[in-house]
């Protein structure tokens, strides 16, 4: 904290927005001693999300290794049961143990996810940086253009639709779900690497870099790359949580993962004609999905704040 | 301004040849065209070629994509390889349930959004901001089928008070519908409510920095007064965006909704057609969605001059 100390107010109390401008002038506003502050400590959102995140993949590693059941062992004798030491979360209509089958949905949500995201990324940043490379000059501004303009027609497909058609043209199941996503996420992830990469070129490095005779690519992948990483990486992690919410509202309607492969949508949905007797089988996939998503939501958040001081000097979420 | 309008038509008619084009690519090159998907994996091929001939399939793609665009600027959106009907009474019926969920489910969503996050923003510091954006964090993370059955669960098994399932159309009852239309509205807006009122609140945070209102409170303003006369207009463009696209989001999760409560909407007759390899149909529905969702895309940019007088004089 020793550096701080030559500050005209402690750093650990919030700004107050209105007092910020005048008391420091323009330019030399608080973001200084703001970000100061943000590297050293963990937001709550960041510890909070980060928590989740882990508890699902600890999860479906876990599966791998052990569940307390076989999922695909039928019990009739054992059918609908409540919480007991034997199913610590119960059973389902065919006696299958929802604690066993909640740790096989993971897998599959964070497969679906990963693969998703791993599409939308891998796809979308290099669209996003050769958007605003060639718009730089005046012969490629046309083909930036048209790259963000393609860009804005595959928003009008959002995730679950473009699953559906996939659904429709291909077999309903994980695949043509995870890739569906994927390419609805796409647009996202140019957009980021778009704007960041616009900011990182009208840097003195980057005019630096140029007068060095530099290339381009050299440049790309020298400067911009790691300086929109961060914002690539937030863009992820809220990608994530969409690609849980697409799965699952897949599964849910029956056109993503297939019966027999657990998946906490398609238990929801089953859980549906119990409801009045068996809530609890609906409430342990809902709050699964539910966790899943606030999760990666807060991971993002605060890895935003993080990455982007501009946001944590707001004071904002 | 009218070169805003024009360019903005512009490019949602380009925007819309585009999409018809990739939708028509989807159905007709991907493995298995419309005929053997309707005819399932071990049709022969003979059957394949019939069905074909009789639907005009057996034309070169490019004279099928401008029968399918022909007609439906002619208000038909062609007839069903499965059930043999034609497709646009099953479109047009159903698009209407689809639009009272979706509309009434965004007002509301504005409705509780808009106040809840002005407060948030205006009572950052304290508890009652903090647990409003801690809600609605929370919030965007539950499904909007989750708060479905959760709804379901209290007010409908628990509580009797709304029935668990069902549509009725206004004309056959108000009563009947409005208990109907409850549950499957509120549970489409509560998830974007949460959403809204997160941006509600950061619009305003942002508006409450500007240096008009530090002179407005300057003048002897409450901050209250002063965000209500000079900042509301200013946090509404932000928040018109997120709208919009809020409702496009709406229109598709509406699909899992209808489900849910067994109403008859777009998204039941797409899910229905999915499940029937009717490829004819789901190419006509997904096509209305879509124009549907560039409508709103193009309704929220000719607002923007409407609020914002500066993009106005910019264009």
Request: aromatic fraction near 8%; glycine fraction near 8%.
């Amino acid at each position: 904290m020793s550096e701080h100390q030559d500050q005209p107010f402690d750093p650990n109390l919030p700004v107050r927005v209105d007092d910020a401008g005048p008391a420091t002038g323009p330019n030399a506003g608080p973001a200084i001693p703001q970000r100061g502050r943000g590297r050293r400590r963990l937001s709550a959102s960041m510890i909070i999300g980060a928590s989740l995140v882990v508890l699902v993949f600890a999860l479906a590693l876990l599966s791998f290794i052990w569940t307390p059941y076989d999922p695909s062992v039928i019990d009739p004798a054992a059918r609908l049961q409540s919480s007991s030491l034997d199913h610590p979360l119960g059973t389902d209509r065919f006696g299958r143990d929802t604690l066993t089958w909640i740790m096989y949905g993971a897998r599959i949500t964070l497969l679906v996810g990963i693969v998703a995201v791993g599409i939308a990324l891998l796809v979308g940043t290099p669209i996003g940086i050769i958007a605003a490379l060639f718009a730089q000059y005046p012969w490629g501004m046309w083909i930036g253009a048209v790259i963000m303009r393609a860009n804005d027609i595959l928003l009008a497909f959002p995730a679950l639709l473009l699953a559906i058609i996939f659904a429709a043209v291909f077999q309903p199941g994980t695949g043509p779900a995870m890739v569906a996503v994927g390419i609805a996420a796409i647009p996202g992830f140019a957009r980021v690497a778009r704007s960041g990469t616009m900011q990182v070129l009208s840097s003195e490095y980057v005019r630096a870099a140029r007068a060095s005779n530099r290339s381009t690519p050299a440049i790309a992948v020298v400067h911009v790359l790691p300086n929109i990483a961060g914002m690539v990486i937030v863009q992820a992690s809220v990608a994530f949580a969409i690609s849980v919410l697409a799965e699952a509202g897949l599964s849910f309607l029956g056109l993503g993962t297939q019966p027999p492969v657990p998946s906490w949508g398609r238990m929801l949905q089953e859980s549906q004609q119990f409801l009045s007797t068996h809530p609890e089988l609906a409430l342990w996939p809902g709050l699964c999905i539910a966790l899943a998503v606030l999760g990666f939501n807060l991971l993002g958040d605060g890895l935003r704040d993080r990455f982007d001081p501009k946001m944590e000097a707001r004071g904002d979420g | 301004m009218p070169v805003y309008l024009l360019s903005r038509a512009a490019q949602f008619a380009v925007a819309l040849f585009v999409a018809s084009v990739v939708i028509f690519a989807m159905m007709s090159f991907l493995p298995g065209n419309a005929a053997q998907v309707a005819l399932g994996t071990n049709a022969t091929p003979e059957a394949v070629a019939a069905l074909e001939a009789r639907y005009g399939l057996d034309e070169p793609p490019l004279t099928r994509y401008l029968q399918w665009v022909g007609g439906m600027l002619g208000g038909d959106f062609g007839t069903s390889y499965v059930t043999g009907a034609p497709i646009t009474p099953v479109i047009m019926n159903s698009v209407q349930v689809t639009a009272i969920l979706v509309v009434c489910s965004i007002v509301l969503a504005v409705v509780i959004a808009v106040p809840l996050g002005t407060f948030a923003a205006l009572e950052q510091r304290n508890w009652i901001g903090m647990t409003i954006s801690a809600l609605s964090q929370v919030g965007i993370a539950v499904p909007n089928f989750l708060a479905a059955i959760i709804l379901v669960m209290i007010f409908s098994l628990g509580l009797g008070w709304f029935p668990s399932q069902g549509w009725m159309a206004p004309i056959e009852g108000v009563g009947g519908f409005l208990a109907r239309l409850v549950l499957p509205v509120v549970s489409l807006a509560l998830v974007q409510a949460a959403i809204l009122t997160r941006y509600v609140r950061s619009a305003v945070l942002d508006v409450m920095r500007e240096d008009y209102i530090r002179t407005a409170r300057a003048k002897g303003l409450t901050r209250t007064r002063a965000l209500f006369v000079h900042g509301l207009r200013n946090a509404a463009i932000p928040v018109i965006t997120v709208a919009g696209v809020q409702l496009a989001t709406l229109l598709v999760g509406a699909v899992i909704i209808e489900q849910v409560f067994v109403i008859p909407g777009i998204g039941s007759e797409l899910v229905r057609a999915v499940a029937n390899r009717d490829l004819v149909t789901v190419q006509g529905i997904v096509m209305v969605l879509v124009m549907l969702v560039l409508v709103i895309n193009l309704i929220v940019d000719l607002l923007y001059p409407i609020v914002d007088p500066r993009i106005r004089s910019a264009a």
